[in-house]
């Protein structure tokens, strides 16, 4: 395969994470200087993960002088970078250049004596900065900037959006706006190098993942943090000894299915996280699931995070949307627009329920994207037939195999804009047959649904399972309307051509905003279109009358 020219004009953390800096940038075929190599998912989870390993969160006292907080912590060795950020109190993200320097950090740090409390001698990345000396003269408090760890507020958006050039520009405002900042991208990685240090003292040589949309590049700004207890390297560790005459007890303690064993791992780090886990509250245990997990609120980071373990697909199915979302610059784009749409109109929720998720609605725009002539994103079958002997891979029978190196991916020859493609979605969605056609991303094409859920998404991976089984009639039709009314307002636009700088609000903001915009909600929309044929009506019969007068009069 003829290697890919992409330049990278997806903006943010996605662009920062892909892009192969220490690549020569020539490229010998071609003779071009332009030309990017893109790096794979797991080189950029590797490298966070490693960066997050040389990182310390540190609670810091509100008033402080910046300049003397990093000269006192660089005695422990130099600072490569460091952020800050506000979340119930002042906290410092310092990522050291060396990993030596956390543990000289922790050897000089002191556990705390409480008087009524116990402390738990547990060695952890979190500290507590107290100055013995406060500052109070104002001239060394340098005022600390903050990084923002929230998305902007619906009237912020709103007026974001009103003062775009376009309907484009509004998308690509909007993508800028909630995307996953570079500093909030480093706190998840670094909430799950914390977490793994909880996990370690169980399992030494667990990992602890991200995956969903932390990691598959399609997260708004305070998303919930997926993680993947990853107990594999244990596992393949204990495979290379099969030779010695000692069985470890705890490698061989049998239960009877890989689930309850699931269920016992869990269970147990539910526990260390709950009595021992700094900023950890609100754990909860919920093991029947199907995919059981463990729940519970970070405190200091301000994530809500979902612990799993033994759900590999999941992280397939995370590289695999992350691969998608780094081929065309538009598609980031056009599924946060649907995101936000969809949350905007209460289709999605954060509470589970009969609610189409934000994974089922990415899926639909890959799907609506494959289906665009000529096609924006390439199928998962195309994607598995570019694979090579290193791409292979078999996950409890399910082949889970497609080629992970963009660079072998064909640009899409469409050019069509975000608009078009935002209406044509609604208009695509709008007139679908749900009621006998699966979404299916892996051929790219309807298929015949399977059984009889009102929404039929196929899990590229598991493909007997529906992702959206969830979701119920009600719900469904919720969203076809919406996305009927949405298509129509967008023809709208066309037609009357509002001014972009008007105060109005117009295109994407018409879409997201119906409560603000100009107070109509859906149902006042519904009575105002049904004024309006009323009135149609009224005038033909009023014509009618007059023609018939007039006619009567000639
Ligand atoms: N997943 C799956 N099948 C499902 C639900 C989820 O394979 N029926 C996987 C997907 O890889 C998904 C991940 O689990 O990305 C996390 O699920 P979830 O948190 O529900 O979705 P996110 O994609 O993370 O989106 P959100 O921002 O709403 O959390
Ligand atoms: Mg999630």
Request: with cysteine.
């Amino acid at each position: 395969h003829r290697p890919i020219q992409r330049l990278l004009s997806c903006p943010g953390t996605v662009a920062a994470d892909l892009k192969k800096e220490d690549q020569p940038s020539g490229n010998v075929e071609t003779g071009s200087e332009d030309r990017i190599l893109q790096k794979r998912f797991s080189e950029v989870q590797k490298e966070r993960r490693e960066q997050a390993q040389r990182t310390v969160l540190i609670n810091c006292p509100d008033k402080m002088s910046e300049k003397k907080f990093l000269k006192y912590l660089s005695q422990h060795g130099p600072i490569k970078n460091h952020f800050f950020y506000e979340n119930f109190g002042l906290h410092a993200v310092i990522e050291f250049c060396q990993k030596e320097s956390v543990a000289s950090l922790q050897d000089a740090a002191c556990t705390p004596s409480l008087r009524r409390e116990a402390a738990i001698p547990f060695r952890s990345r979190f500290f507590n900065l107290k100055l013995k000396n406060p500052l109070n003269q104002t001239s060394e408090q340098s005022s600390i900037q903050c990084c923002n760890q929230s998305p902007p507020s619906s009237k912020k958006l709103f007026e974001l959006l009103c003062y775009a050039d376009s309907i484009d520009d509004q998308l690509n405002t909007l993508l800028k706006e909630f995307q996953i900042t570079e500093e909030n991208a480093k706190l998840r990685h670094l909430t799950c190098s914390l977490i793994e240090d909880i996990a370690a003292a169980y399992f030494p040589y667990c990992t602890i993942r991200p995956f969903g949309s932390s990691v598959n590049s399609f997260g708004k700004l305070g998303c919930d943090l997926d993680m993947f207890l990853d107990l594999d390297e244990t596992e393949r560790l204990a495979s290379q000894k099969t030779s010695g005459n000692f069985l470890m007890e705890f490698q061989v303690k049998n239960v009877s299915s890989e689930r309850i064993a699931t269920q016992k791992i869990l269970s147990v780090i539910g526990e260390c996280l709950d009595h021992f886990g700094p900023g950890c509250v609100g754990v909860q245990k919920i093991l029947n699931a199907r995919c059981p997990l463990v729940r519970f609120s970070q405190q200091t980071s301000g994530f809500q995070c979902d612990l799993t373990t033994n759900n590999r697909i999941a992280l397939k199915s995370t590289e695999l949307l992350y691969l998608y979302g780094a081929l065309d610059s538009r598609v980031r784009a056009l599924v946060f627009s649907v995101r936000c749409w969809a949350r905007a109109h209460s289709l999605t929720s954060s509470i589970p329920g009969a609610w189409i998720t934000n994974f089922s609605l990415t899926m639909m725009v890959i799907f609506f994207l494959q289906r665009r002539s000529p096609p924006v994103l390439p199928t998962l079958d195309y994607l598995k037939n570019l694979a090579d002997t290193e791409d292979k891979c078999i996950i409890e029978g399910h082949n889970c195999t497609f080629t992970t190196d963009l660079n072998r991916i064909e640009s899409s020859g469409n050019t069509e804009t975000l608009e078009l493609l935002l209406k044509e979605f609604f208009e695509y969605f709008g007139n679908f047959a749900f009621n006998k056609n699966s979404i299916n991303i892996r051929q790219g094409r309807e298929q015949n649904k399977p059984e009889s859920s009102p929404l039929h998404i196929q899990n590229p991976f598991e493909t007997s399972l529906n992702i959206s089984k969830n979701v119920n009639q009600s719900q469904l039709q919720k969203f076809v309307d919406l996305a009927r009314e949405s298509a129509w307002i967008l023809q709208q636009e066309d037609k009357d051509h509002p001014s972009p700088s008007s105060n109005q609000p117009w295109g994407l903001a018409a879409l997201l905003l119906p409560s603000v915009s100009n107070g109509k909600s859906l149902a006042k929309r519904k009575k105002l279109a049904s004024e309006r044929v009323k009135n149609l009506l009224e005038s033909i019969k009023s014509n009618n009358v007059e023609n018939s007068i007039n006619t009567n009069g000639k």
